[in-house]
């Protein structure tokens, strides 16, 4: 057990490190970083001062070194379009991102799996396959598209939800959170269930095929044979063998959710990561976007180690093939 | 030439199965006129968008032609510039496609070449091509694009930002598209690879290229022309998407998604149109596309037609 994980943490220590130097070469490489601290009238002088103090003349080996020390402390420098230092622009942006990427995985993830496991259990029923044709649009409709749908609907028509910003925010040391008050809930309906629409669509056909699957295995023949209800075999016996890729998915899915929240975020104006991101592409702001790459990189990679960890637990199939291999 | 290109296509086994779906019919209509019409956008569209002689501001804000002042002159209104919504609109979906044709393009030449070769010479060249599609594989496309992008912003200078639009777009959705490509292309060459007709040409001394070119692509052919046409609908998409958020094509040449995002600004003061029907042309181009794919899947899977 102990050299699964320790393979799994130095796997995830690798892909750090090397999305560690994609961004330093970002950094680096990217425009000019003097040039874009100093402006136009710098004199060569105060350049040279500034390349030399920023290290930009050491060995690259050392810079490296250097930006990795930086970086997992935290620090990312200062914004170019901005002059505040990154990191704090970024701890400001987080929990606003989390917060709907969060809901938004549980809006995904419950009604997924309730509607594939209902479209699987009744084939072929009206409310199935409504379910399963409005997925299929689903797919074809970009995510800009129904948050402007939605906007139109509820805020310009109906008038009865915000259609940008957070609402009223309540403070906890660096967290801030919109979960207390109404007008923060509120502002959190319309971009977390935008955001979830595509993930939905995703896990409705994943667990519908694996559970259509699951219910043509012998186990299940045999426990309807034992005469045991409907119920008790799709809730109990069905169901938790449909749900182990529903967790690996809920991985990757955490990690789609935050690359599709700056698409989210740019709609309904939502100032989080990704709003923040956008605007640095626009300006060519290096220093947040190498940060926004370690950040997300970070955030993907400790999701998957968590979901290898808890596949682990969950699924005796892959003990056994750890335990043989080291046999 | 081309009648005759139809017919054989009709007489086939695919066109058999495409001739029994409705589906597959409708949206190959729908997809094909949307095509004719950006192609021929200079005859069709009522008016030339980007000549200055005919938009007047004087016009800007029309509604379409069902609405109160609306005007018999602009069928779907007009923007915020006076521009018609349809001729902008037809002329946006040129440029939509045309990216989305050429990086798919890119997207399946680099995948095929990586994924052929990597299925064909094997070893250790193998192991790198797919760690580093399974690496791609994990980061979101739209992501992928938005960095290459950005990336690419870097290095040109600013004032050429948006004559250098669409190349750059080219290459961030190319290059975010291409390790589908390169998957599923390695996986069918690692199954042709030991078919007999591969090792009989072995034997005569082909060299390795003209195996790969000559016998394994066009065996091959059939997954990646399902790939290619729901990864179309994909970097149609991802292009709008960008556009959509800034980053794209300017308002000056302005894609689909470059349409929305401007008219998305005047959906509080009531102009509806200027966003919806870019939003609508949209989907029903990218719904087209995507539903034959799907049809395509089916139709060229052998493993579904032996039922």
Known sequence: ?327 | MIPQIIKTFLDSDIGYSFKKSKVAIVSSIIFVTIVLTSLLAVVIAPYNPFDPKSVSLMDAFTPPIWSIGGSVDFLLGTDQQGRDMLSTMIYGSQISLIVGFASIIFAMVLGVFLGVTAGYLGGRYEIVVMRFTDVQLTIPSILMALLVDGIARGFISKSLHNDMAIYVLILAIGISEWPQFARITRAATLVEKNKEYVLASRIIGLSDIVIMIKHILPNILRPILVIATIGLSQAIITESTLSFLGVGFPPTNPSLGTLIRFGNNFLFSGEWWITFFPAIFLVVLALSINLLGDWMRDALNPKLKVR
Do not use: C
């Not at chain 1, 250097?66 to 230092?85: I, T």
């Not at chain 1, 940008?164 to 809930?185: H, K, P």
């Not at chain 1, 959710?257 to 991101?277: C, D, K, N």
């Open chain 1, 1 to 327: 057990m102990f050299n699964y994980f320790l393979k799994r943490l130095l796997q995830s220590i690798l892909v750090m490190l090397i999305v560690g130097f994609v961004s330093f070469s970002l950094f680096n490489f990217v425009g000019d970083p003097v040039n874009n601290m100093v402006g136009q009238e710098a004199s060569e002088e105060t350049r040279e001062e500034i390349r030399e103090k920023l290290g930009l003349n050491d060995p690259v080996y050392t810079q490296f070194f250097k930006f990795v020390v930086n970086a997992s402390n935290g620090e990312f420098g200062l914004s170019y379009e901005l002059r505040r230092p990154v990191s704090l622009l970024i701890s400001e942006r987080l929990p606003a991102t989390l917060e709907l990427v969060l809901v938004s995985a549980l809006i995904a993830i419950f009604f997924g799996v309730l509607f594939g496991v209902y479209t699987a259990i009744n084939r072929d029923g009206f409310v199935s396959n409504f379910i399963l044709i409005t997925s299929l649009f689903g797919v074809s409709l970009p995510t800009f598209v129904i948050g402007i749908l939605f906007i139109y609907l509820f805020s310009v028509i109906l008038g009865i939800l915000p259609s940008f910003g957070r609402g009223e925010v309540v403070n906890f040391g660096f967290w801030s959170t919109g979960f207390l008050t109404i007008s923060g809930i509120k502002a959190l309906i319309l971009p977390s269930i935008t955001l979830s629409l595509f993930q939905m669509t995703y896990i409705i056909r994943l667990v519908r095929a694996e559970m259509i699957e699951i219910l043509q295995t012998d186990y299940i023949k045999f426990a309807r044979a034992r005469g045991i209800n409907n119920k008790v075999i799709n809730n109990r016996h069905a169901l938790k063998n449909g749900l182990i890729p529903v967790i690996t998915i809920t991985g990757i899915n955490i990690g789609t959710l935050i690359a599709f929240s700056i698409i989210t975020e740019t709609v309904f104006q939502w100032p989080g990561m990704g709003l923040l991101f956008i605007n640095a592409v626009q300006f060519v702001d290096v220093p947040i976007m190498s940060a926004y790459l370690i950040m997300v990189a970070f955030l993907f990679v400790m999701i998957n180690f968590i979901v290898d960890i808890a596949y682990y637990f969950i699924d005796p199939r892959i003990r056994l093939k750890e335990e043989e291999a080291i046999k």
